[in-house]
């Protein structure tokens, strides 16, 4: 018999690579989705905002080595800009580039018609509670985390 926290992690990774499926996000590999999110989100609430790569470290818990390999790929993907502070030479600002930005976009939207499917199936009224397991369960995670 399976300890609980098997249990769990096994339902975790059927779920996550569920999502990582192909056929669902095909387009452009996890982290470099990840950070178009942020990036998009970003210059459509916040456009004055700017976001920096070590943010984007914090952000993803994405590794500083792996991240410059993942923003060098996107740019020359054309999926971002880079652009180094004129007051911090250290400090690097990452900008979507909303003219190819569709290939992102595209991709979360295949995303959410995936979700909207698996709610159809578990029922919409579940939705919420299910919004409020996994904020609990993330929330309980990044505690351990720090």
Known sequence: MQNMNE??????????????????????PYNESLICGILHHNALAHPEKKITATELCEKTNIQKSQMNRTLNSMEEKGLIFRKRSEKDKRRVFV?????????????HKN??????????????????EIIQLFTLISNKAKEVMD
């Open 111 to 128: 995303v959410l018609n995936f979700v909207d499917q698996v709610l159809e199936k578990v029922g919409n009224d579940k939705a919420e």
């Open 7 to 28: 249990k769990v992690l096994n339902a975790w990774l059927r779920l996550s690579t569920t999502i990582c499926n192909e056929r669902i996000v095909s387009e452009m």
């Open 95 to 107: 900008s979507i580039n909303m003219e190819n930005a569709e290939v992102y976009e595209r991709q």
